[in-house]
């Protein structure tokens, strides 16, 4: 657990036994923990037992917010995407007035990432950390739809270009992935369209009004998302075809080749029987007439059906 004192966006780290619950002169608390620092956080600030018994279960928690005497529980989902699959990490947040508690099982990317923005804004009150949190962790998202989005233009490229069943294997996968994340996108921009337009004594007016645009970056992303989960039934239309074209193409060689060979196996068919009056049969050089006549014939056939495109 780390607890720095945030004043004008800069750090200063506390040694835990001196943290009370006197609220600072200037600034706020910003506690980073795990769940397991519960136990010590719970009688200091107050929080709600369902609050905590949420960051205690191990089942997966939905986006979330729920409204108590002094504090404000919210759930909110951090994303990340490796190419191969999506993942998404829950990100805990009790808001007090004069602090804010992160709590996480694992590493949250954005934590790291929100350090800078506190300095270069002059972040000096809670309701204007989890701003800028809640910002970052949505603008991942629209990194993360451009990503997928990209990934969807190659690999419908690859498969006009060369049909693989990893296509199809890749297709579901991501399609699974993308149908997964829809569940977790409208709760999440609920939570946040409630941050903007409900009326919340703990976060200022002034901030409520740039979690609207947040919001609507929400919907966007709930949006494009749609969009993505339509393109993945498209792209699985595209391999089905492109499988079926080359299926077909198969089938029309195999065909023109057993054309082909349909009047040579007529010709050695003829010559072929144990009979003494076939035309030809006492010839000299019947048997190399007879060949070459088969050769002339058979390219004469791919020819013609080359020219008509067949083969």
Not at 125 to 132: G, I, K, S, T
Not at 189 to 210: A, C, E, H, M
Not at 244 to 255: G, H, S
Not at 264 to 277: A, E, S
Request: glycine letters at 4%.
């Amino acid at each position: 657990m780390k607890i720095r004192l945030v004043q004008n966006g800069v750090f200063t780290l506390i040694e835990e036994p001196t943290l009370t619950l006197t609220p600072p002169d200037n600034g706020f608390y910003w506690i980073d923990a795990t769940v397991e620092d519960l136990e010590v956080l719970q009688p200091l600030f107050g929080l709600h037992d369902l609050a905590v018994e949420d960051c205690l279960s191990e089942e997966e928690q939905r986006p979330k917010i729920e409204f108590y005497d002094t504090h404000y529980f919210i759930v909110i989902n951090s994303i990340r995407f490796d190419d191969e699959e999506i993942f998404l990490r829950a990100l805990n947040l009790f808001l007090g007035k004069h602090y804010i508690i992160t709590v996480t099982r694992q590493k949250i990317h954005e934590l790291r990432m929100i350090k800078p923005f506190l300095w270069e804004e002059e972040v000096n009150a809670a309701d204007h950390f989890l701003y800028q949190l809640v910002d970052l962790i949505v603008d991942n998202y629209t990194a993360v739809g451009d990503r997928i989005e990209a990934k969807i233009e190659k690999l419908e490229e690859d498969i006009l270009m060369h049909t693989k069943q990893s296509h199809l294997n890749e297709i579901i996968g991501l399609r699974s992935e993308i149908l997964w994340l829809k569940k977790v996108l409208v709760p999440q921009r609920d939570v946040i369209g409630t941050l903007n337009k409900k009326d919340l004594k703990l976060i200022s007016s002034q901030w409520q009004k740039y979690f609207g645009d947040v919001y609507e970056n929400a919907v966007k992303i709930v949006d494009t998302f749609d969009t993505l989960r339509d393109l993945m039934g498209n792209l699985r239309e595209a391999y089905q075809s492109s499988v079926a074209n080359r299926a077909n193409e198969i089938m029309r060689v195999f065909t023109a080749l057993t054309a082909i060979f349909v009047p040579l196996t007529f010709i050695t068919g003829i010559y072929g029987m144990n009979v003494d009056n076939v035309p030809f049969m006492h010839v000299q050089y019947s048997g190399e007439l007879i060949v070459g006549a088969m050769i002339v014939l058979g390219i004469a056939m791919f020819l013609l059906f080359k020219k008509k495109n067949w083969l």
